[in-house]
């Protein structure tokens, strides 16, 4: 189903250091073609489509035309937790009830996964293309297309309930869990929380990776960064609008931006700016498309993009 869509306008108005500077930025709602106003991940494919998991399903969007995919689209179900894209193009989601696969024709459905599942919510794709899924309650799974291989406390991991997965250029996992952070080099897991380390929050919802290689970790109560060697951490006091940080995303300048509890922050390493949009608060995704135009997943009030 292909939908005309009316861009909603905005202008964004936020202060940094002495100067005062508007954006305009566009506001996409079920009145525009998506799905669901509460979108929950996103992700973009190689053409540039921007696919967002809603509470309703998933909706691509081409820059011009919506396409709207629900359960009788083959959707195992429509409650999107997470989504990503392999180098097959292979769309991955998960969902409240399991994981499906879109290879751009064909839908494959795995519901159980040996009891694993259902609710996923991270999922990352390492360079061997292996998946792995994040899980509210049973740790994380890899998936190579045939086999399947679990980890949980047991094994080393910080905490069961995965809220986020990264990858690092030397092919290491970096897990957020509820408990702490971990990483899996090779077989070997090593845990990071605040007791052993600077990170300022045992509750971790999202991870990043910058171009130098340090992690940023965004939790309850601010966001940690680690280089390998050293932490340092952020919170209001420093220039997040909320400590809550529940999405991070890096663009090609290296500038950091946050979704918060409280609109979106963005940080160039010296430099805080506050990015107010009306009363739009919780942003719960980010995303940085081939133009370097950020698109913004919120909880209620559908997804924003700020361009370039």
């Not at 305009?24 to 009145?31: F, G, H, Q, R």
Request: hydrophobic share 35%; with cysteine; glycine share 10%.
């Amino acid at each position: 189903m292909k939908t005309k869509f009316l861009m909603l306008l905005i202008i964004i108005t936020y202060s940094c250091k002495n100067e005062t500077v508007s954006l305009k930025s566009t506001v996409y709602t079920e009145n525009n073609g998506l799905l669901d106003n509460n979108v929950s991940s996103i992700a973009i494919d190689s053409l540039n489509n921007k696919w967002f998991g809603t509470r309703s399903g998933v909706s691509r969007f081409d820059g011009q035309n919506w396409m709207n995919y629900s359960l009788n689209s083959s959707l195992i179900d429509t409650y999107l937790l997470s989504i990503a894209i392999d180098k097959k193009g292979n769309k991955w989601f998960g969902t409240y009830f399991g994981v499906t696969k879109f290879d751009g024709t064909n839908w494959t459905q795995y519901s159980d996964f040996d009891g694993f599942l259902p609710l996923v919510l991270s999922i990352a794709i390492d360079k061997q293309g292996n998946k792995w899924f994040g899980s509210m309650h049973n740790g994380i799974m890899m998936f190579d297309d045939i086999h399947k291989f679990y980890y949980s406390i047991s094994d080393g991991l910080a905490g069961d309930r995965v809220n986020s997965i990264a990858i690092d250029s030397v092919n290491n996992k970096w897990v957020g869990t509820s408990n702490g952070v971990s990483e899996l080099e090779g077989t070997n897991w090593k845990t990071y929380n605040t007791l052993n380390s600077g990170l300022v929050c045992n509750n971790v919802y999202c991870i990043a990776i910058d171009r130098d290689g340090s992690k940023w970790f965004g939790t309850e109560k601010g966001v940690s960064k680690f280089n390998g060697t050293s932490w340092t951490s952020y919170t209001m006091k420093e220039g997040l609008s909320n400590n809550t940080v529940y999405a991070i995303a890096i663009d090609k300048q290296g500038n950091k931006w946050f979704g918060t509890e409280n609109g979106i922050s963005e940080f160039d390493g010296k430099n805080w700016t506050q990015h107010p949009i009306n009363n739009i608060r919780m942003i719960q995704s980010i995303a940085i498309d081939g133009q370097n135009n950020k698109w913004f997943g919120t909880e209620s009030y559908g997804v924003i993009e700020i361009k370039e």
